[in-house]
């Protein structure tokens, strides 16, 4: 037993000393190591919420997927611009992080605010939206006087939003929870210009004041787009203010008028001429007399039709009752009694029309004049934008300044037309400012006999369709204070 020791450390001393005259060096035996335990994961301390939420417990994902549910209101800030005062809402939005993170921290049964965003673009849009409700309403004054139709708008210098400070003001009223702040005002850089709402309610004042039906149709030419209405539906009788119409009509038919002809236009626009309305009636269809202008007068309907108007028609010649009817005994349509929606007026029942199916062909002459417009896609091969024009200069001579003219100042260039009768009184115009800004007005005005002793007369009606047009010209042009 001692030899075969022996022999092995022999054996085993051998084998070392060949391992190191081979280079190679002593293997080393690994030691064990012990991995370390993991960090315990967070919670929220115990009676922890977030607008009633509570969080107790919750590790950091499912405190994110709690505030996910979470439904913010909107905020609302009470804006002063002045001696104004507005109220602005706000999106809410949570930050969610800020929030989770603010959560983690808190200690046992805090309330813990919800971290919120808001949308610097739409701060941006409320602020110019809301400058563009400032420039509108500051400067504009309505004139005092005993006259109810005696009234127009005053411009001062407008004023507006400083938009930076603006943004900074509100920003950090937000962030600090508070329920109002101030927006300082500048000197606006254009005038000020009163709303449609507000020229809307100065029409219903002055309209209050007449002893009968008004109706008034604005439409801003430029922009397209109706400013302002007042029973613009209601029926009224047609009178002479058809015979802007019956131009349009026989433009559409004729292509080139003779002397004679552009004779019985003029008379019938600038002086309102019954039997030269009568002759453009006749001649549009190619005849003479009363029963050609009454053919005429059928054909006009058609075109009326053609442009949508529903209540707008002539039946019957002017002063053509006497012949059509009790000579050659024609069998005349009238209108119904009560037509149209009320008010309803007591409207000649051979002649009619609306506020604003007479300012549709207005505006349609006035398009067809720019180039554009129904009249040109129904008669293509008669007219074009310099025949329209051409309308449009004669009705600017219109000799009759008793009605819209006597509210206008001198230098508003205004294509109109007007007509009266016994218990009403129109005039329909269109307008060109001296700043080139175009717009309609039409305005009616109608009493009734039996209630208010006989005719309405020119010295009653003129004064006040002039203080509807220079209330509204003012509303395009204040004047200055």
Not at 86 to 108: E, G
Not at 170 to 193: E, G, Q
Not at 341 to 360: G, Q
Request: a negative charge.
């Amino acid at each position: 037993m001692q030899y075969t020791q022996k022999h092995s450390m022999w054996v085993m001393l051998v084998v070392l000393g060949l391992l190191v005259s081979c280079g190679q060096s002593t293997p080393v035996v690994p030691t064990m190591t012990v991995a370390p335990s993991p960090t315990a994961e967070p919670t929220v301390a115990a009676g922890v919420s977030v607008n009633d939420v509570v969080l107790s417990g919750k590790k950091l994902a499912q405190v994110t997927t709690s505030l996910a549910s979470l439904t913010l209101p909107k905020r609302e800030l009470t804006v002063l611009t002045g001696d104004i005062t507005h109220t602005l809402t706000f999106t809410v939005a949570l930050d969610q992080q800020a929030t989770a993170d603010a959560v983690l921290h808190a200690t046992a049964n805090a309330k813990v605010n919800p971290v919120v965003r808001f949308d610097n673009s739409e701060i941006q849009q409320q602020i110019a939206s809301l400058n563009t409700t400032v420039i509108a309403t500051s400067g504009i004054t309505v004139t005092q006087s005993d006259d109810p139709f005696n009234v127009q708008f005053v411009s001062d210098v407008a004023q507006t939003i400083d938009a930076k400070i603006a943004e900074q003001n509100v920003t950090s009223a937000l962030a600090t929870n508070a329920v109002t702040v101030t927006l300082p005002l500048l000197p606006a850089a254009t005038p000020a210009k009163p709303s449609p709402a507000q020229l809307t309610a100065e029409i219903a004042k002055m309209a209050d004041a007449w002893p009968g039906i008004v109706g008034v149709y604005v439409y801003n030419l430029d922009t397209d787009e109706v400013v302002t209405t007042l029973n613009e539906k209601s029926v009224f009788s047609g009178a002479s203010v058809m015979k802007v119409p019956i131009l349009v009509h026989a433009y559409s038919k004729i292509k080139a008028f003779d002397d004679t002809q552009t004779s019985w236009m003029h008379s019938m626009i600038i002086d309102s001429d019954n039997l030269a309305a009568n002759k453009m009636l006749a001649t549009s269809v190619d005849g003479d007399g009363t029963e050609a202008a009454y053919l005429g007068a059928q054909d006009m309907n058609k075109m009326f039709k053609a442009l949508g108007l529903e209540h707008t028609y002539q039946n019957m010649p002017y002063e053509g009752s006497d012949f059509l009817i009790g000579v050659l005994k024609y069998d005349i349509v009238k209108g119904p009694k009560i037509d149209g929606p009320a008010p309803n007026t007591d409207a000649d029942p051979m002649l009619r029309t609306t506020p604003a199916e007479m300012s549709k062909i207005f505006t349609e002459l006035y398009h067809c004049s720019q180039g554009n417009g129904e009249l040109l896609k129904l008669y293509p091969d008669t007219l074009n934008a310099d025949r329209c024009s051409e309308m449009l200069a004669l009705m600017h001579d219109n000799a009759d300044n008793s009605r819209m003219m006597s509210g206008l100042p001198a230098d508003a260039y205004v294509s109109h037309k007007s007509g009266w009768i016994e218990d009403m009184q129109a005039d329909v115009g269109i307008v060109t400012t001296p700043d080139k800004q175009h717009f309609l007005m039409a305005i009616y005005v109608y009493r009734d006999l039996t209630e208010n002793g006989g005719d309405l007369q020119d010295s009653v009606a003129g004064p006040v369709i002039g203080g509807f047009a220079r209330l509204i010209y003012s509303a395009f042009v204040p004047q200055g204070k």
